[in-house]
C-alpha cells in the first residue's frame, strides 16, 4: 500500500521556529508537495521537491531525502496567521495525482 | 483572473439521493481533478479529467462519476448517496504540460452533508 505520514499536531509560539517531518512509502516517486490549508478553505501551494536537498522560499523551506522517502517542511519567524494544516503530498504516476498525508495541525500561540 | 470556482459551496442532502458538483479551472488550465476530503483528513483523489476523457480514477466506487465540457469545466455526480459520503470535496485545476512539477490550483471546495 502507499503510507504518508505525519504528525497529528503541533504547538509553537509567535516567532519560533517548526519542522513538519513526513515520511512516505510508495510504489515509485514523481516528486513530493507541501501544501497550506486553513480551516474551511482550499488548499494552497507552499514548496515542491523532486530532488534531495532544501528548497528555500522565504520563511519556508523545504527538504527531501529520496533514499529514506522523508521530507520536512521548516517555517520560519511564525506568525498567528501560521496557524492552519500542513499537507503533505507525493506524485507517483505521470498524470499528477497527489496522494496526500492527513495533515499536520500547526496551532501558534502568542 | 477568478481562479478556480466551484458551486454550490455548501449542499446537504438526505440518503439515496443525487447530487451534482460543478468546477471551473483557472483560465488556461485543461486539467481537473476532483478529491475527497473527510473531517480531519487529507484530500483523497477520486478522478482526473483532461480532453473530456477520464484519464485516471482512485478507490472510489461507480456511483461517483464525472464529466468534462469543451471549456474544460467538469461535473461530479454521486448517485445513492450514504452518510459515509459528507465530506469536502475539491477540484483542482492544472495545465496539463506542467501538471508533474507545477502547483494544482484547488477550489474553495463544496462542503456535502448527507442526512
Not at chain 1, 64 to 87: I, N, T, V, W
Not at chain 2, 61 to 89: C, I, K, M, T
Request: net charge negative.
Amino acid at each position: 500500500g502507499q503510507n504518508i505520514d505525519q504528525p497529528t499536531e503541533m504547538t509553537a509560539t509567535e516567532g519560533a521556529i517548526v519542522q513538519i517531518n513526513c515520511t512516505y512509502q510508495t510504489s515509485g516517486f514523481n516528486g513530493l508537495f507541501w501544501y497550506q490549508q486553513h480551516a474551511g478553505e482550499a488548499p494552497t501551494f507552499l514548496s515542491y521537491n523532486v530532488l534531495d536537498g532544501l528548497e528555500e522560499k522565504g520563511r519556508f523551506s523545504s527538504f527531501l531525502s529520496r533514499s529514506k522517502g522523508y521530507s520536512y517542511l521548516l517555517l520560519k519567524e511564525l506568525q498567528m496567521k501560521d496557524s492552519a494544516s500542513y499537507l503533505c503530498a507525493v506524485t507517483t504516476d505521470s498524470w499528477g495525482k497527489l496522494q496526500f498525508g492527513a495533515g499536520t495541525q500547526v496551532v501558534v500561540t502568542p | 483572473d477568478a481562479g478556480v470556482t466551484q458551486s454550490p459551496t455548501h449542499l446537504i442532502k438526505t440518503r439515496g439521493q443525487q447530487v451534482t458538483l460543478r468546477c471551473s479551472p483557472k483560465s488556461g488550465h485543461d486539467t481537473v481533478s476532483w478529491y475527497q476530503q473527510a473531517l480531519g483528513q487529507g484530500p483523497q483523489f477520486i478522478f482526473q479529467y483532461y480532453e473530456e476523457e477520464e484519464r485516471q480514477r482512485g478507490n472510489f466506487p461507480d456511483r461517483f462519476s464525472g464529466h468534462q465540457f469543451p471549456n474544460y469545466s467538469s461535473e461530479l455526480n454521486v448517485n445513492a448517496l450514504l452518510l459515509g459520503d459528507s465530506a469536502l470535496y475539491l477540484c483542482a485545476s492544472s495545465p496539463q504540460d506542467t501538471i508533474l512539477y507545477n502547483e494544482q490550483f484547488f477550489g474553495p471546495g463544496t462542503r456535502l452533508t448527507v442526512l
